[in-house]
């Protein structure tokens, strides 16, 4: 399958170049700095116009990230399980002259997922880019506290409904191969150990060999 494959760790690297430093890649087009321009408003531009599909994105990095991409003219679809923050994230970007379409959805349910990849692409004419984000620090506890349920939650939101959203963004990436960007942490090194967080760790190093 055509495109560029990244895990996010620390920072969030799209096609490999930190957007910290202010740098984005898009295929083979690559965006020195940050335009502070607002887009155009109006009609969706779908022969110029990049898409990003973000979940997790109305809180944390995926919020972050989607506002630092809309600032570059990207049109942002958000999906989220918080519709109170996904509104108010929507009216942030809508404020400062970005392009949004929102979603409340539950990353892990396939047939909702499905749906959001398609309207999305039916409404931006193409996906460039999806920011697999979405997911929970669950219950932090000792192993022989855990719940065989707290557990699976844990995994369920972060590898299973990683794996759901990249699936089904799969059909409409091969048309352009573009980006999936995808979110580890800190937690899946041995240097980097926390006590009680064994299900969040587990989880995050899953993502780590994803690819």
Not at 22 to 51: H, M, R
Not at 98 to 127: P, R, Y
Not at 144 to 157: G, L, R, S, V, Y
């Amino acid at each position: 399958m055509p495109g560029v494959w990244r895990r996010l760790f620390s920072f969030l690297y799209i096609d490999g170049a930190s957007c910290s430093a202010g740098t984005l890649w898009w295929g083979n087009e690559k965006k020195q700095g940050i335009n502070k321009k607002s887009p155009t408003k109006g009609a969706i531009n779908i022969k110029t116009k990049k898409t990003a599909v973000t979940t997790g994105g109305a809180s944390g990095i995926g919020k972050a990230a989607a506002l630092r991409l809309a600032a570059d003219g990207v049109l942002i679809s958000l999906v989220d399980l918080n519709a109170e923050r996904l509104s108010t994230e929507a009216e942030e970007i809508r404020l400062a002259g970005g392009e949004v379409l929102v979603f409340h959805e539950d990353i892990t349910n396939e047939q909702g997922m499905a749906c959001v990849m398609q309207k999305t692409a039916e409404e931006a004419g193409s996906i460039d880019c999806v920011f697999a984000n979405g997911g929970i620090l669950g219950t932090v506890s000792p192993i022989e506290h855990f719940t065989k349920e707290n557990w699976a939650k844990t995994i369920e939101n972060n590898v299973v409904g990683t794996f759901v959203a990249v699936k089904s963004d799969i059909p409409y990436m091969k048309e352009r191969g573009e980006s999936i960007v995808l979110t580890s942490s800190v937690s899946s090194s041995r240097q980097f150990a926390q006590e009680g967080f064994s299900a969040y760790s587990t989880s995050k190093t899953a993502l780590c060999r994803f690819f």
